[in-house]
């Protein structure tokens, strides 16, 4: 009965940080297997050499991925006209989480947001995309589990109106940077100009097991 109570407060714990942790969500390895040989696990997939069932996941994760972007871009667009940046930080705080959940609900897939500077500790990248986060691969990336997941890494670049919330700290309002300092004392997501590589979505086929 033990196994059964902690396993729902595990899961309650996973929807309560939203969507970066739902890829932790997997049974502990096996003692033989050591961290190298679990990364080693995902081996990069082209999308040219991808078997149809492959390709049809693959197109699902990219439709998620779209309809994500755009519902993260609509609910900052009304949060800034409303209460304006600072106003919009609590938005993005409360409601990415959020979204990403409904959309992994949605399309029967796990995906969230990442980078290898981030102003969320919670948005760490699941452990098979972490190779490529390090790397900064700059394209879209795909990469295939020997139990037959898909996982791929978007690419996010900025955005000149991205700016007001992760540009040079100088060029931050001070209210909004004061905000944001408050909000996330270990904050590594401002410095970045319009083009630069700021992060990624991640998303993945869950587990069939
Ligand atoms: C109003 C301020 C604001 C604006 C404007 C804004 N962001 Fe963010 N961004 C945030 C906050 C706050 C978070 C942390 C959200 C969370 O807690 O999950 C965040 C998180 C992120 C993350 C997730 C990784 C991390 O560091 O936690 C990415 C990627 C990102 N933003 C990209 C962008 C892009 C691209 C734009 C422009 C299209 C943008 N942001 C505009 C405030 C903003």
Redo the contacts with the bound molecule.
């Keep these: 009965m033990r196994w059964r109570v902690s396993g729902v407060v595990l899961v309650a714990a996973t929807l309560a940080v939203?969507c970066?942790r739902q890829a932790e969500v997997k049974p502990a390895p096996e003692p033989a297997a050591t961290e190298a040989a679990s990364h080693a696990e995902w081996t990069k997939v082209a999308v040219a050499d991808m078997t149809p069932e492959q390709k049809a996941e693959q197109q699902k994760c990219e439709e998620a991925v779209k309809t994500m972007s755009g519902r993260?871009?609509s609910e900052?667009t009304t949060?800034?006209d409303s209460g304006g940046?600072?106003?919009?930080?609590?938005?993005?705080?409360?409601r990415?989480?959020e979204i990403a959940a409904a959309i992994s609900n949605e399309y029967g897939l796990l995906i969230?947001?990442?980078?290898f500077?981030?102003?969320?500790?919670?948005?760490a990248p699941p452990e098979w995309a972490a190779k490529l986060v390090e790397e900064r691969v700059a394209e879209p990336t795909w990469l295939a589990s020997p139990d037959g997941r898909l996982g791929g890494l978007l690419p996010?670049?900025?955005?000149a109106?991205?700016?007001?919330?992760?540009g040079p700290k100088e060029q931050i309002a001070p209210q909004?940077l004061s905000t944001?300092e408050e909000?996330?004392p270990d904050?590594?997501?401002t410095g970045f100009k319009e083009g630069d590589l700021?992060?990624?979505?991640w998303v993945a086929t869950p587990s069939r097991t």
């Design positions: 939203g970066s993260l871009m900052l949060a800034l940046p600072a106003g919009a930080i609590e938005v993005c705080r409360s990415a989480p969230g947001r990442t980078s500077r981030l102003r969320n500790p919670a948005n996010i670049r900025l955005k109106e991205c700016g007001m919330c992760h909004v944001i909000s996330y904050d590594a997501a700021r992060g990624w979505f």
